[in-house]
């Protein structure tokens, strides 16, 4: 992420679970601001600029859809989330068909919620061009172009590979699990799946930007646990 702190709008009613989320995205470096119906809250996304949207669909005033709706109407992109009820399967459909970037289902844990608010804002961010630089033993990552550079060669990543090295290099210095990985890149609902896609997806970006065996390792194994940034960063 750049360094300016990600601002989060969270429309919804129920004070506790406002203020739960509020706090727990505060915890993460995140801005917070509450709207506690819908009316407020599309006054508020309208007149503040913020990277994600946190969006209940059973709102006094105006619900969650009539939100989204009027906002996608006057062409406000603001990535949201959709805080629907566990079954109500047509309600995520409708507030995906109005423009919903994503949903999660109440109950939810934390801990999902903020991986798929950091999804949100690195993808906003990526889109907007204006992603984390930095250099890292002799390479240059723009991760708002998906690039890394080396001299004069240049080095296509893909989204996927951009937001694993955001994540990496943001977590630097402790270990990323897979199953971190798996919630917070892949967005899976639960860590509970069997896949070396992790490993896969790390082995073909390692191959990318590590192609100097005497170069020192930019993304680190740690056998048994996960990844590791191993980059040297300027």
Partial sequence: MTSSSPRVLIVEDEPVLAQGLAEALGFQGYECDIAPDGRDGLHKARRGHYDVMLLDIMLPHLSGFEVIEALRGEDNKTPTIILTAKGAEEDRVRGLELGADDYVTKPFAIAELVARVAAQVRRARMDRGDGETFEADGLHFDLGRLTATRGDE??????????????????????????????EVWEYPTANVQTRTVDNTLAALRRKIERDPAAPVIVETVRGKGYRWGGETT
Avoid: M, S, Y
């Fill in 154 to 183: 240049v080095i296509p990543l893909t989204p996927r590979e951009g937001e694993i090295l955001a994540h990496l290099h943001q977590k630097r210095g402790n270990v990323v699990t897979r199953d971190e990985f798996l919630l």
